[in-house]
C-alpha cells in the first residue's frame, strides 16, 4: 500500500458511492471488525481538516459500534469489484452474522488507527471520529426528501472522521 492523498481520490470515490457503494468499518470488539456498505458520504474540509463524513442510521449495527470506538475506516472498492460482497454487507447486519467470516474476507491491519482494512479495495481512509450530529425532522427541508428517506423516522447520524491517513491499493 503507498499513502494516497485524499484530495486526488475525490472524483473515484465519489463515483464508486454513487455507483456500488463502499466499505464502512467499524471495531465490532475483540479484534473482529464489522463491514456495511455504504452509498452516502462526503470528502471535504471541516475545522480545517480533511474529513470523510458519513451518513449511518442509528438501527444500524455498525451505529453504536463507531460511536462507542470513535472511530472508522472506508475501503472503496474498484468500478465493477466486490459486488457480491457489497450487497451481502448493505444487506445483512452484523447483529446475525460475522460478515467478515462468513463471506471469508481479507482483512489488512490499520497503519494509522485501530480500524482493519478490507483487502482488495482500491483506497482505504482510517479516520476518528471528531464530531457527530444526529438528523432531527424539522433539519430535513425538502418534504420530498423527507418522504423519500425518512418515512420511517431512523434519520441519519453525521460522523465526522478526520482523516488519519489515506491508502491506494
Ligand atoms: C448500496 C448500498 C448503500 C447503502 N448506504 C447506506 C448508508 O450510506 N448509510 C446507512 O445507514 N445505510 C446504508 N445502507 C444500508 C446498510 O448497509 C445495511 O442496512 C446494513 O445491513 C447495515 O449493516 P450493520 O447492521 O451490520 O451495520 C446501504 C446499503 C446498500 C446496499
Known amino acids: 500500500m503507498r499513502k494516497a492523498d485524499p484530495w486526488e481520490t475525490f472524483p473515484v470515490v465519489q463515483a464508486q458511492l454513487a455507483q456500488g457503494g463502499a466499505f464502512l468499518l467499524a471495531p465490532a470488539g475483540d479484534g473482529r471488525v464489522n463491514p456495511m456498505t ?3 458520504g462526503l470528502l471535504g474540509t471541516v475545522w480545517y481538516r480533511q474529513v470523510f463524513l458519513v451518513l449511518v442510521r442509528p438501527s444500524r449495527y455498525s451505529h453504536g459500534l463507531i460511536e462507542k470506538s470513535g472511530a472508522f475506516a472506508v475501503s472503496v472498492p474498484r468500478p465493477g469489484e466486490m459486488g457480491e460482497e457489497l450487497e451481502f454487507c448493505g444487506t445483512r447486519s452484523g447483529r446475525e452474522v460475522d460478515k ?5 474476507l481479507e482483512l489488512l491491519p490499520g497503519r494509522a488507527g485501530p480500524v482493519p482494512l478490507m483487502a482488495g479495495c482500491e483506497l482505504h481512509y482510517e479516520c476518528r471520529v471528531v464530531g457527530r450530529t444526529s438528523l432531527a ?6 418534504p420530498e426528501i423527507a418522504d423519500k428517506n425518512y418515512s420511517k423516522g431512523d434519520l441519519h447520524t453525521l460522523f465526522v472522521g478526520e482523516i488519519l491517513a489515506a491508502w491506494r491499493q
Open 100 to 104: 467478515v467470516a462468513e463471506l471469508g
Open 137 to 142: 425532522p424539522r433539519d430535513v427541508l425538502s
Open 38 to 40: 455504504i452509498g452516502w
